[in-house]
């Protein structure tokens, strides 16, 4: 369009630049100014190629503007601004006019433009800044005019003079005379001024006269200015045609000033006129003088007298003085060398100007009215001085000292700003000849910014230290009254020059010649601290702004060094850091003026910093470890963090781009150490990610902030400044919940305050909702900032939850040890069911809360969002926290009874939390996978189906059932992340409840919407039941009395008619439509895809039930309808299609399912964890008891140690059972002393094994010892009794002690000496213990190998003692000891010993145990004297353990005595399976490790389980054999003791075939054979040919069997004898 249509294309950039003027648009915010300015620089490059429209058109906006009505402050604030940017539009547009403008260009400007622009320079409004920066703007723009067009402004203004010259009226319209001050004006063009004014100055009024003399002023100064070189120029190469016209204008103004009052006002142009006459000027300093030159030469005496005050009139010496200070400035810019007339001149007079200036006693004045003009004239003064001459310095110090005037300051610090700014003429000094006084400018900093702040009654005063010029003025003010208003604003006037001076020039402060470096440092401090405290001053925004800027110009790394030269890295530390510190400080709480641009500045000062770091990268690091350097760091992410919710779009960017600096600072310390960058900033790579988003177009306030959230999540580590950015923001996100909740009621009234302009702004500029007392809904941006905040709580409130340790040797910690929490934080290890005193649980509760708001004005709008922040920005951690919360509300939704309670609240909160929990588990996001699984949502899925079932047929309950049948169906979808404690039980019931809904009203529906709907409903009813279905076998209610495969089949009947008749009702209803000529094709669609559904459920239920349901599905095969035989192929081929195992009709599915079981309890994962035997090692109680006591006398630990153990040592895995309930049990311990002395299972493991392992050790070990101590006659009489107080009158003690001794060391050095017949398996267990308990350094080698001894260290950590002491203490304990006391019990005696030999024994086992432990007798006093013996034994028992428990044998080499697994253990680990899989399912949720233990194990349980039914439903038939008790742990220990598949003669007995399997009946059962005769009586072990008869049944014992007896040749000597036939038919034998 800009290349075939220029006109109509800048047109349309011009009608955009005006419809966002705040005139029209209304106030702006940051991407309306942005667009603004855009327009205005799309306008001014514009203007280059296209001049005359660009500026026809501003023009015609500027006109239009004008000339609108306006109402109200605002309205008029919105004016003003629109002004000011078309002004500023002009002026550059206006600077870049093309050279070759037509002259019907400047016809245009001079007709049009020119009118505008002088109504704003004849405005006239005291009091109102934007009316002075308009006048300002409208001079900038007359004067760019007036540079290609001044003839056209020349021709108005000459235009003026002579109608003026014309007009006899006295009242006179001056202001186009005026103009002639804002022009540009070169030296030709001041030649026609003055010509022109020349020629018709007498014929002006006196009004105009004076106008004329003023504006000529002006110009001559706006030529001096603009072109000094010109006027350089005049007094090397004078010009007589410019000196003859102002030597004519000088003559007529003389004879103008016929009164004292005339010549006041016409002196300073005549001082002007003499200084653009150099040869009139250089004539009248001679003795004698032309009779023409004379009145010349006279002004010049009566300046001088007036001056020196002998005039005798105020008005002349305050004129004088003010022409004197102009012959100052303009021999400034003349070189002295070139002319000394105007320098003598100056000379004459220079002093007694200063005099009179510059006197503290008498300050010059003019009148309350010319206050400002007399400042100006005294820096005017002040400069001129110190341009001619920088080393006189006398003014200098008159205006330091503290006890001259403030204005005398003010003037001083303006001067020198002056001085620093312009440097126009190469000739002027520089400011650097006043750096001598920097500490007495820092001083007057100091007293000044005390005094501002005292006058600020919402701010205490600053505690500064002040220099030595100010410290008595310091002490007077300290109890002084509060200053007047008008003094209040004369010290903001110079605190402003003061900050500005800093900003020009920072070495004038900086300057510390002589000083050491803590005083150099501490005048830095002290000079940074009272600027940063301007900064947050929300009533001197200009104050502020020039603070900022001075701070940043300090910041610039060459002005770091002069913080202290002796250490500027360790300075830069301590002092940027507090300013960070204060700044964020003041950030976070919202007290913050125009926050944004704060932040803008804050990232720039981040740049200085980290390019003085990058200059000092060798040494970055120097002094950066004090507090206030980490302090400062957290506060600074905490302010960034705090943005990113704001709902300024500029703000979130902003405070994103300022992540990469802190990346870059971290990047520059962690490489001077070569330390990992992420040991600074923990959550670096994502604060990169930050950075690199803000670098992005953003599509929008909500895109930016889904962006926010995204990456939020994504933060990995809690810190302090994370976790103090949630609490922070929480804080403020309570209250303005309860504002938003209580509106209107905290809304003002209108018309109630009356607010300025300024509050106004502070207001939109500030914090909506979070730093004020009430809140304006209307405003959208409050209630967005709350959305915001929502969204930052849950997206970040993850990361503040979790507690994480890093992984190392000194801050491990076991996983089943104590956690400490952070007191009063919400960081914490959070359970499953939360933590309600957390603050982030609190935060979740109100959300819950706010799920049903119905607020008359926001209600909709919180819950919608509550509802997409939960389900869409939640942090995955908090999943687990969540689950539970809407688990407990919805409980609440129910009386004692179950029934549910319908009301208005719980119906929205149950609707709300469905799309919820769709919305979560639909988000995919990074990290969902890892915690859904941490808690169970089988409760909370069970009471929303609940819930819903009872809400009836409406509309509104159908789209509700709808949406939570889509739930269900995508919960399944993410079964494999989520955890079910009893999924298969679960399972079962959502498909009983859901297809309750299935064809429910779908036929009863009048209205075809509603038909719809249901049918809708039926199509998800039967999605949700397919994905329910997959792999599910069914599972009928226990307790029904109905035996188990009876009970599935009925139920799978109901489920299979349900579906077939489902299936008929969508073929009448299709036969239907077809008839009445298909009105619906929707409809038809639904039933198609209802169709595929019901077929595909079918499927699934037959796949996997097809033991209990191919019976009642196979009929349908031949059914005399042909569409339901067609159904019933489609069924069976998609069965076939999704592999179905036919091994379930298998005779021995039961037993491959139990082997499955056995399998599954035994897996291992990749890192040596048992996860199912952990789990249930973890949740089986030591007993169950009921109100009227123990369920059983067995006690489940001791038979969940005898089931483990003999499962795992089956499969050759003991080892790793043991190194798992070991390790368990270490880390637990409080002490060495107290290892495996409670009754853990661990302790019953290690009894269990000692027992099954040791009992053929401990019979050839101690059954000679002791039958040698019982036989021998000479001891049978002996007493070991050494406790004086239980000694008969008869013993001696003496004699008792060594009885005692000699027993013992018989006995231990059997015992270390029986090393060699140390069983294998028991080497095993005491290796494994040796292992879990001794100190065992991490080894440097690869991360799995430091994974495995990760346990190791740590107990060696824990225990670094004599860890084989554990292995001794726990076999003498456990093993030795016991069998020694109760020799009887232990089987290795017939009978008891009597009372003094069992005495003799228990003594004995106390020494043993002493010498285990390495411990010597302290508290039996009777025991002491065997103190020696047990010390002497110490290293030969530890040798012996070392010997026992150093090396593990080989799997292979070890004999596995109970490869055999009895049906007793399975059933027993059945049962415990069964009893318990709720609780290992929460277990398994709350520690499953998912990478390391891969395809969850508990699945694959809970499935096994729900094919094998309860425990209660026996598989076996009533039979004789079942009186036969095969859980008896008693068989386990007769295998083991006879160690039988070892023996030459249990393999002797089974060639023998006195019990044999052979054929099959007429009936099809197996037939045993017993041939009597074969069976000799003292020949052949009874207990063997049991063993051959038991395991020979074993494969059939579950099913029938027949047993033939032939009793051949059979006579007494083939008969059993007694105690065989109890053992094997009386149950009790075997308990």
């Not at 009777?1422 to 799997?1451: E, G, T």
């Amino acid at each position: 369009m800009a290349a075939h249509k220029p006109v109509e294309w800048v047109q349309a950039v011009i009608t955009r630049f005006d419809e966002q003027l705040p005139i029209k648009g209304g106030q702006q915010n940051t991407h309306s100014k942005v667009s603004t300015e855009h327009n205005k620089e799309c306008l001014i490059n514009i203007s280059k190629y296209k001049f005359s429209l660009v500026i026809s058109g501003l023009t015609t906006i500027l006109k239009n503007v004008n000339n609108m009505r306006i109402f109200g402050a605002e309205a008029e604030r919105n004016l003003y601004l629109s002004q000011l940017i078309i002004l500023d539009t002009l002026e550059k547009c206006l600077a870049g006019q093309p050279k070759d403008t037509m002259r019907l260009d400047e016809t245009m400007l001079v007709k049009q433009l020119l009118p505008e622009i002088c109504q704003f320079i004849h405005m006239s409004r005291e009091g109102n800044q934007l009316v002075a920066q308009l006048r300002n703007s409208a001079s900038g723009v007359l004067f760019s005019l007036s540079c290609n067009n001044f003839n056209a402004v020349f021709s108005r203004v000459s235009t003026r003079l002579q109608e003026l010259a014309l007009c006899s009226e006295d009242s006179t319209d001056v202001n186009d005379i005026e103009l002639i001050q804002h022009i540009n004006v070169d030296c030709a063009r001041l030649k026609r001024l003055l010509q022109e004014t020349v020629f018709k100055f007498k014929s002006l009024k006196k009004a105009a006269q004076l106008a004329v003399i003023s504006s000529l002023e002006r110009a001559f100064w706006n030529w001096v200015e603009n072109y000094p070189d010109e006027f350089t120029m005049l007094y090397q190469r004078p010009q007589p045609d410019l000196a003859d016209c102002s030597e004519k204008l000088f003559d007529l103004v003389d004879s103008f000033a016929e009164s004292a009052k005339r010549k006041a006002a016409v002196w300073p142009l005549q001082i002007i006129l003499l200084i653009l006459s150099p040869d009139v000027l250089q004539d009248i300093s001679k003795e004698v003088v032309e009779e023409s030159k004379m009145n010349k030469k006279s002004f010049l005496d009566n300046l001088k007298k007036a001056l020196a005050g002998h005039s005798g009139s105020r008005q002349l010496t305050e004129s004088a003085a003010i022409a004197c200070v102009k012959l100052c400035k303009a021999s400034t810019y003349i070189s002295w060398e070139d002319n000394s007339v105007i320098c003598f001149q100056v000379q004459s007079m220079v002093v007694d100007l200063k005099t009179l200036l510059f006197n503290p006693s008498k300050p010059f004045s003019r009148g309350a009215g010319s206050q400002s003009a007399d400042v100006d004239l005294m820096i005017d003064c002040f400069v001129s001085c110190f341009r001619i001459n920088p080393h006189n310095n006398s003014h200098f110090k008159v205006c330091l000292a503290s006890s001259s005037p403030p204005t005398f300051h003010y003037v001083l610090v303006n001067s020198l700003h002056r001085i620093i700014t312009n440097s126009a003429v190469d000739w002027w000094p520089k400011i650097d000849a006043v750096y001598c006084y920097s500490g007495e400018l820092r001083g007057m900093l100091a007293e000044t910014l005390n005094r501002v702040m005292q006058s600020c009654s919402t701010h205490a005063p600053l505690r500064m230290t002040s220099s030595l010029t100010f410290k008595e003025k310091m002490t007077s003010l300290k109890f002084k009254e509060k200053p007047t208003d008008s003094e209040t604003r004369s010290y903001k006037f110079l605190l402003l020059a003061i900050v500005k001076l800093i900003h020009g020039d920072p070495k004038l402060m900086l300057h510390n010649p002589g000083k050491l470096g803590h005083e150099i440092q501490s005048s830095t401090a002290e000079l940074i601290t009272g600027l940063v405290q301007l900064v947050p001053q929300m009533s001197m925004p200009e104050i502020a702004q020039e603070a900022m800027e001075a701070l940043l110009v300090l910041h610039q790394p060459e002005n770091i060094e002069l913080w202290n030269p002796d250490a500027p890295i360790e300075t830069f530390w301590d002092i940027s850091s507090q300013v960070l510190f204060f700044i964020c400080k003041k950030l976070i709480a919202h007290q913050m003026l125009n926050s944004t641009e704060i932040l803008k500045w804050l990232r720039e000062i981040l740049i200085c910093r980290n390019k003085f770091l990058l200059k000092n990268k060798e040494n970055a690091t120097l002094g950066s470890g004090i507090p206030i350097c980490r302090q400062a760091q957290t506060k600074l992410e905490v302010a960034l963090y705090m943005f990113l919710w704001s709902p300024d779009i500029e703000a979130v960017l902003v405070s994103m781009s300022c992540f990469r600096h802190l990346c870059e600072e971290a990047d520059i310390r962690c490489g001077v150490d070569d330390v990992p960058v992420q040991s600074i900033l923990p959550n670096y790579n994502t604060f990169m990610e930050f950075a690199s988003v803000s670098n992005m177009m953003s599509t929008g306030r909500a895109a930016l902030q889904k962006r926010v959230m995204a990456l939020l999540r994504r933060i990995e580590h809690p810190t302090a400044g994370n976790t103090e950015a949630w609490e922070d923001t929480h804080t403020k996100w309570e209250h303005a919940t309860k504002l938003i909740l209580n509106y209107p009621k905290t809304k003002i009234e209108e018309g109630q305050v009356t607010e300025s302009l300024h509050k106004t702004i502070v207001k939109r500029r500030m914090s909506h909702v979070s730093g004020g007392g009430s809140i304006d809904l209307s405003d959208t941006d409050s209630l967005q900032e709350w959305i915001n905040m929502t969204g930052f709580l849950c997206a970040i409130g993850g990361v503040c939850l979790q507690h994480r340790i890093n992984p190392g040797l000194v801050t491990y910690s076991p996983p089943m040890g104590p956690i400490t929490e952070r007191k009063g934080s919400m960081i914490s290890m959070v359970s499953t069911e939360g933590n309600a005193e957390t603050p982030v649980s609190k935060f979740l509760e109100r959300l819950l809360t706010l799920m049903v708001c119905n607020h008359e004005k926001v209600g909709l709008q919180i819950r919608t969002n509550i509802k997409d922040l939960v389900g869409l920005e939640l942090s995955p951690v908090l999943y687990p926290m969540l689950f539970n919360k809407l688990k407990n509300c919805i409980s609440r939704f129910f009386d004692l009874q179950g029934q549910v309670l319908l009301n208005d609240t719980n119906t929205p909160f149950v609707e709300q939390t469905i799309a919820i929990m769709k919305n979560l588990l639909d988000n995919h996001t990074d990290g969902s996978s890892e915690h859904l699984g941490q808690a169970s949502i089988e409760t909370m899925m069970l009471n929303l189906v609940r819930y819903v079932r009872v809400l009836g047929n409406t509309v509104h309950a159908i789209q509700i059932k709808t949406k939570l049948c889509q739930l269900v169906e995508v919960m399944m979808e993410r079964r494999d992340d989520l955890s079910f404690c009893q999924e298969m039980k679960f399972r079962n019931k959502m498909v009983e409840y859901l297809t309750d809904w299935v064809m429910g009203t779908s036929n009863q529906a009048a209205v075809d919407d509603v038909k719809c709907l249901t049918r809708d409903l039926d199509q998800a009813s039967m999605e949700a039941v397919v994905s329910l279905l997959v792999g599910l076998p069914l599972q009928p209610e226990e307790g029904d009395g109905v035996e188990l495969m009876e009970a599935k089949s009925q139920l799978f009947l109901k489920y299979f008619t349900l579906f077939m008749n489902l299936l008929n009702d969508c073929s009448e209803v299709e036969e239907e439509t077809a008839q009445t000529g298909g009105r619906k094709r929707g409809m038809s669609r639904r039933l198609a895809s209802l169709r595929h559904c019901t077929v595909l459920a079918m499927s699934n239920l037959l796949n996997a039930n097809v033991d209990s349901g191919l019976m009642h599905s196979i009929g349908l095969g031949y059914h005399k309808d042909l569409q339901t035989r067609a159904t019933f192929m489609e069924v069976l081929t998609k069965i076939l299609q999704q592999g179905t195992e036919f091994d379930t009709l298998a005779e021995t599915v039961l037993a491959d399912r139990f082997e499955r079981l056995v399998e599954l309890v035994t897996m291992m994962g990749d890192q040596g964890e048992l996860p199912i035997a952990m789990a249930l090692a973890n949740v089986v109680p030591c007993s169950q008891w009921t109100s009227i006591g123990p369920v059983t006398n067995l006690n489940q630990q001791d038979e969940l140690a005898r089931v483990l153990v003999t499962l795992f040592d089956s499969r050759h895995l003991l080892y790793q059972l043991l190194w798992n309930m070991f390790s368990k049990e270490v880390e637990l311990a409080d002490s060495m002393q107290t290892l495996f002395r409670g009754n853990s299972l661990a302790s019953k493991i290690m009894t269990f094994c000692f027992k099954v392992y040791g009992a053929t050790y401990l019979q050839k070990l101690l059954e000679p010892l002791l039958k040698t101590v019982l036989k021998d006659p000479e001891k049978q009489h002996l007493s070991f009794e050494v406790d004086p107080t239980r000694l008969e009158s008869t013993e001696n003690l003496d004699e008792n002690q060594q009885n005692l001794l000699q027993m013992t060391e018989r006995f231990f050095h059997a015992i270390i000496n029986s090393s060699s017949e140390f069983p294998p398996q028991l080497r095993s267990v005491c290796h494994c213990l040796y292992q879990a308990t001794c100190h065992s350094l991490l080894t440097k080698s690869t991360v799995k190998e430091k994974k495995e001894n990760m346990k190791k260290s740590v107990v060696s950590q824990r225990f670094p003692q004599n860890s084989i002491g554990a292995v001794g203490s726990a076999m003498f304990l456990r093993f030795i000891n016991p069998a020694i006391v109760s020799p009887y019990e232990a089987g290795i005696l017939d009978k008891k010993p009597p009372p003094r030999i069992e005495r003799g024994l228990k003594l004995m086992s106390k020494i043993l145990q002493s010498i285990a432990n390495h411990v010597l007798f302290t508290k039996e006093e009777h025991m002491r004297p065997f103190n020696d013996f047990v010390k002497n034994n110490f290293d030969a028992a530890r040798r012996f353990f070392l010997d026992i428990a150093s090396d593990c044998p080989a799997s292979d080499t070890v004999n596995h005595s109970l490869s055999f697994i009895s049906d007793g253990n399975v059933l027993a680990l059945h049962r415990l399976l069964w009893n318990n899989q709720e609780k290992i399912g929460q277990y398994l949720s709350s520690n499953r490790d998912h990478k390391a233990v891969g395809r969850r194990p508990f699945d694959k349980m809970a499935t096994l389980l729900a094919y094998l039914g309860p425990p209660e439903h026996k598989p076996v038939a009533d039979t004789h054999w079942s009186s036969l008790n095969l859980t008896s742990s008693k068989f386990e220990e007769f295998m083991t003791r006879h160690q039988v598949h070892e023996k030459e003669e249990f393999k002797a007995l089974k060639t023998l075939n006195i019990f044999y399997q052979a054929g099959t009946s007429k009936t099809g059962n197996p037939v045993f054979y017993y041939i009597a005769r074969r069976f000799k009586t003292g020949q052949i072990n009874g207990d063997l040919l049991i063993y051959h008869v038991l395991l020979t049944l074993k494969p059939y014992y579950a099913k029938p069997y027949e047993i033939v007896v032939d009793l051949t040749h059979a006579g007494p000597s083939n008969r059993f004898k007694t105690d065989f036939l109890s053992k094997w038919w009386d149950p009790q034998q075997f308990r």
